[in-house]
């Protein structure tokens, strides 16, 4: 079980690693380089997480390092990608509405791994106590039902949204289910984005 902890925090510095310099390449040819450069931050949470994991593999903060910078790198890298395949179709990147797609979707599990998980559970991985349970427990249903409420939204977010509008102005999300309910969600609930966040908005 150790082993299989300490290869996925492994895989997740690898992964953070490789995303942020596709993201720096992308964000030198699109003209981003800052917003790209700000996703270091998701490689320094994977590396702590990675030791703490190596280090303390009975820690419980290290596998949290670890997701939340995974989630933070598809957050980053793939509102870059969708910016950059929205503003040049010409380069034939592939599947530019499914990764804005991926990077809507990963908004809300960053959101919450990072606001809501990790400061309730720092330094040692556990709760405080066992009165802060529940409130933990409310942080991961936040997370899932929030997420697959974001995902599953007939209508693109920010980040899907550039690429759509420049592709197909009628393009909705293709694993919509079609109801109702999450058709008439606001744009501030479930249907959620970094509308503020300059890595999602069209140049």
Not at 1 to 20: D, F, L, N, Y
Not at 27 to 45: Q, R
Not at 88 to 112: E, I, K, N, Q, R
Not at 156 to 176: E, K
């Amino acid at each position: 079980m150790q082993r299989v902890g300490r290869a996925a925090a492994a895989s997740a510095v690898a992964v953070t690693a490789g995303s942020w310099l596709l993201a720096v390449v992308l964000g030198a040819a699109g003209g981003h380089l800052g917003d790209a450069l700000m996703g270091l931050s998701a490689v320094a949470f994977a590396v702590v997480g990675a030791l703490v994991v190596w280090q303390r593999p009975g820690n419980g903060i290290g596998p949290l390092f670890c997701a939340g910078a995974v989630s933070l790198t598809v957050l980053g890298v793939g509102g870059l990608y969708a910016r950059y395949a929205a503003a040049h179709p010409s380069a034939g990147l592939p599947a530019g509405v499914f990764v804005s797609w991926l990077a809507d979707a990963a908004a809300l599990p960053t959101m919450g791994m990072f606001a809501g998980i990790i400061p309730q559970v720092f330094p040692d991985g556990r709760p405080l106590s066992r009165r802060w349970r529940p409130a933990l427990w409310a942080g991961w249903a936040f997370i899932v039902l929030a997420t697959l409420g974001n995902a599953l939204t007939p209508n693109f977010t920010i980040a899907a949204d550039a690429v759509s509008r420049s592709a197909n102005p009628s393009a909705s999300n293709p694993l919509s289910i079609g109801s109702r309910v999450f058709a008439s969600m606001p744009a501030s609930g479930f249907n959620f984005s970094f509308r503020n966040s300059t890595t999602f908005l069209p140049a």
